[in-house]
């Protein structure tokens, strides 16, 4: 008898061997918090590639990647490295393409599919046309009536007049029908990293070495990194736990407290101290499980980066930089920054051709230079409000401010304004301000951080 893993209860039940002459299989309950715990994985994982990820049925992610592929190297690049990155994981990871999340969807958890990657709306009509309607969550209740009226297919359900299909059924499977071939918008939940990181692990043997435990160690901490990334900070403490062999009263742990004086949040880093750390320390027993859990952590602080590579380090090498540039696009084509002495932006932020100093800034420099965006508006973009809040493509969620600006009665043109540090759902940062001496508030975009 031939058995492996994955295989299905049902069908391991459906054979009758002599378990006397073979060893009885060991038969395991499904863990619920394991199935969650590779899930949450996978989804940390795909948030490396693009903060746009959405959790949906069935245990299934939903990334939007359109703005991902040219800085990735494409649609194979990242389809590759998220299951190079879930290879470790005790699953069978199924990924499909579709120009719609619920296309995407569908094709994933569809048993019998023409093919998965339908990079097109016609590829995904062709893809989704052949599909079992019951496949849709909205169809199962009506699944007697679509059976006595001949509905099989997704074409067979398009083909039917929808005003009298509404009558019948209700709107709400054509609201999917039409999600699935793009035609309606489509609610998405967003997937939000846990607060904390917390993995038990229970090992399949008993281990008495340091080195078989970091082996398994590894395999947690980057799964830790990926919690790093996805909640965009660097671990100060870390907790490991070895639980050694249980004994009749009692169970008997061993607890490792790790802290960093320089917060970690790579792979190599935090391996190269978790190592030195466990060599070390002698085992009091062997370890029949282990739980790695995050104590404490810190935002993940950006420094930021010069414009040009590091040969460029001194003063004569990036002048003579400039002047090749002049040269080569003209004295008008190279703007330097000379701002002037203003509270309002539009003054403040002022550029000459002609270069005043070309010495790197200094640290105080840059610091004050985060405070402002990067990229100014010519003239400030009216938004409007959903919800009493500022809407721009999705919802904006204000980050910092107010920032009081009021001046200009003296020369005009005369300002009163409340900015904002804003973000919106994808992460983009955008600088916004309120008029104060209108009713009702009006909103505007003047600039954009990243």
Known sequence: MAIWIGLRLHALERWQPPWHSEPEPLIAKRSVQAQQSIFDHCAQHALAYTPAVYQAEEHTLLLEVEASLRLFGGLRKILYNIRKGTSTLHGQLSTSVAPTPTGAWLLTNARQVPFRYACSFASLKRALDPLSCLVLPGAQEHRNWL??????????????????????????????????????????????????????????????????????????????????????????????????????????????????????????????????????????????????????????????????????????????????????????????????????????????????????????????????????LPVPLALRLERDRPFYQTTLELLRGPERLECGWWDGPSIARDYFEARDKTGVRYWIYRERDTDPAHWYLHGIFS
Request: some cysteine; hydrophobic content about 40%; glycine content about 4%.
């Open 147 to 376: 059976d006595a009226i001949g509905c099989k297919t997704f074409k067979d359900l398009r083909a039917l007049p929808r005003a009298g299909l509404a009558r019948r059924i209700g709107p709400a499977l054509l609201k999917e029908l039409d999600a699935a071939y793009s035609q309606a918008h489509t609610a998405l939940k967003a997937y939000v990293p846990p607060p904390r990181f917390v993995q038990y692990l229970d090992l399949t043997e008993r281990m008495e070495h340091t080195a078989a435990i970091m082996h398994v160690v590894e395999h947690v901490l980057s799964q830790l990194c990926a919690w790093l990334v996805a909640k965009r900070s660097a671990l100060t403490r870390l907790r490991i736990t070895l639980h050694h062999e249980r004994y009749k009263e009692s169970a008997v742990h061993t607890q490792h407290d790790l802290a960093f004086a320089e917060p970690v949040y790579t792979l190599g880093s935090l391996t190269l101290l978790v190592h030195e750390h466990l060599e070390r320390l002698p085992l009091k027993d062997s370890v029949v499980a282990l739980t790695v859990e995050s104590l404490d952590i810190t935002e993940l602080q950006h420094t930021a980066g010069g414009l040009f590579p590091e040969t460029l380090r001194t003063p004569a090498e990036r002048r003579k930089l400039f002047d090749l540039l002049t040269s080569r696009l003209g004295p008008k084509s190279l703007l330097h920054p000379a701002p002037v002495a203003d509270h309002r932006p539009e003054i403040a932020n002022s550029w000459i051709c002609t270069p005043i100093n070309h010495e790197k800034p200094t640290q105080d420099d840059a610091l004050q230079l985060l405070d402002r965006p990067f990229w100014l």
